[in-house]
């Protein structure tokens, strides 16, 4: 039977289906999300400014760790909620004809064949420069560049799979592409690939037998039991949610939310001179922090996004774009036009004659006083500029009241469970903890670079949540855990409720 019949076959998720309602089958539930693997190592051992997981070795090590949790007569569940795969910062290309032959070759494999030369031109300039569109074809050539830099964590996957257990994949504003049935069924032929290479095994057997009934896609939120709910989050935020359908008119290309533009045209170049400026927190000060380090590039930032703005935004986004250019003002170019004026009238002799002001002028400390005083504005304007800022162009603080929205609506539900936003949380609703809702952010397995503690905060990291049930198919309580790759362990997650 060829491969690509075996991939082509029906979901047992229904494809497209905004809430999905599955049963658990008794297996221990281990949820993480926000991995985001781009294109992993180069050829010269060595990651791209674009790349944000190096954790290849310690995701491994974890799920050693919860298979060895498992009883022998239990299964294990592994949800991965939303943005495993960074698909907009994947920018390599293929370039020499030995690309193109395995590019052609993938795609023939998956039933999708399209001419040597088809593929060769369909690649514009635009592309070369930022990395290739959202077309499935070009979403799948992505996806094997993450395979292939990233291949120990795609042999723990399939591992994980061949010991019985199960896999479901939510889709996030950063892996869009999931939409594809072309991209899921590269992603499963790739499973199937590391499982045939360690038995010698036949890649459609596996495909039929393992692959295919284990590992499940989910395109927007997802009920387990009737009681827990998950669900990536993105669509809370206006940056990230998507306006319409998901496909553009035409069907070849997704509706991107204007924070993927955002990352694909400009936080992608910037980290390749500055890498990891996407994983700074809070992130409102994104700009301080070029602005002290690297000013040049935060002057280039900033004075690229007008043009940007109007080049690459689409047209029916473009009230919102702008919303972000008025802010844009407020912040940078109104502290600059009130500066000039300052000057301008602070010493009006010197600008019109080029030389000293004449014997009228005010007293030495006059001046200086004065031009005090216009400094004071010209700080007075910046605040108010990063105020709006923090209220209008800074990502949820929380997600919470969101699930709390989702739990007045669902009163049969007990967990409800996000990620996105890269903080982890945990907050019980109703009654004591442990006996009542209770609401979780998993977090991220990236690095998150805190300004205000000046340190990579390795303690926010490799979160996960553990749910079992009981006798009575309640959930258990849980708390928030992080795996401790250093002590081969988990350990509970520190929070601190802030007032």
């Known amino acids: 039977m060829p491969v690509s019949t075996v991939l082509l076959g029906p979901e047992q998720i229904p494809y497209g289906e905004k809430l999905v309602e599955i049963s658990s089958g008794g297996k221990e539930i281990f949820i993480i999300s926000d991995l985001h693997l781009a294109a992993g190592l180069n050829s010269n051992g060595n990651y791209d400014g674009t790349e944000n997981f190096f954790a290849d070795n310690s995701f491994v090590r974890f799920i050693d760790h919860l298979e060895k949790k498992l009883s022998q007569k239990k299964k294990g569940l592994l949800i991965i909620n939303g943005d495993l795969i960074d698909f907009l910062r994947i920018r390599n290309i293929p370039v020499t004809q030995h690309d193109f032959e395995i590019w052609k070759q993938i795609l023939d494999d998956l039933g999708s064949s399209i001419p040597m030369d088809l593929l060769k031109s369909s690649i514009s300039p635009k592309e070369v420069k930022y990395g290739l569109r959202t077309d499935d074809f070009k979403s799948v050539w992505k996806l094997y560049i993450c395979g292939s830099g990233h291949p120990m964590f795609f042999k723990r996957l399939a591992l994980w799979l061949q010991q019985g257990n199960e896999l479901i994949i939510t889709k996030g504003n950063h892996d869009l592409e999931w939409y594809w049935k072309p991209v899921r069924c590269y992603f499963r032929y790739l ?87 996407d994983d700074v927190r809070p992130r409102q000060n994104i700009l301080a922090l070029l602005l002290r380090e690297r000013f040049p590039l935060a002057l280039q930032l900033l004075f690229s996004y007008i043009p940007f703005t109007i080049k690459i935004i689409p047209k029916k986004q473009y009230a919102y774009a702008l919303r972000y250019l008025f802010h844009f003002l407020l912040i940078i170019v109104i502290p600059i036009l009130i500066t000039a004026f300052a000057l301008y009238k602070g010493f009006p002799g010197i600008l019109k004659s080029g030389g000293s002001p004449g014997t009228n002028s005010p007293g030495i400390w006059q001046s200086v006083l004065s031009e005090l ?71 991220t397995w990236i690095p998150v670079f805190e300004m205000d503690a000046a340190d990579v905060r390795l303690d926010r990291t490799y979160t996960f949540l553990h749910l079992e049930t009981d006798d009575g198919g309640n959930v258990k309580p849980c708390d928030l855990f992080r795996w401790n790759d250093d002590a081969m362990r988990e350990d509970p997650l520190v929070m601190i409720d802030k007032k």
Do not use: W
Not at 393 to 406: G, H, K, M
Not at 409 to 433: A, C, K, M, W, Y
């Open 191 to 277: 499973l199937a690939q590391h499982i045939a290479s360690g038995e010698r095994g036949n890649v459609e057997e596996i495909l039929v037998k393992v692959v295919n009934p284990q590992t499940h896609f989910v395109d927007d939120s997802l009920v387990i039991d009737g009681k827990i709910y998950v669900e990536h989050g993105h669509r809370y935020e206006n940056f990230t949610t998507v306006d319409g359908p998901p496909v553009l008119k035409g069907d070849t290309q997704l509706n991107l939310p204007f924070g993927s533009f955002f990352n694909r045209y400009l936080i992608n170049r910037i980290e390749l001179a500055y890498p990891h400026i």
């Open 373 to 443: 005083k216009n400094f004071l504005f010209l700080a007075l304007s910046y605040l108010i500029g990063r105020l709006v800022a923090m209220l209008q162009l800074s990502a949820p603080s929380t997600l919470y009241p969101n699930a709390s929205r989702i739990f007045s609506g669902n009163p049969h539900l007990q967990l409800v469970t996000f990620g996105h936003t890269h903080d982890p949380e945990q907050v019980s609703e109703g009654t004591i903890r442990g006996k009542g809702r209770r609401y979780c952010n998993t977090g």
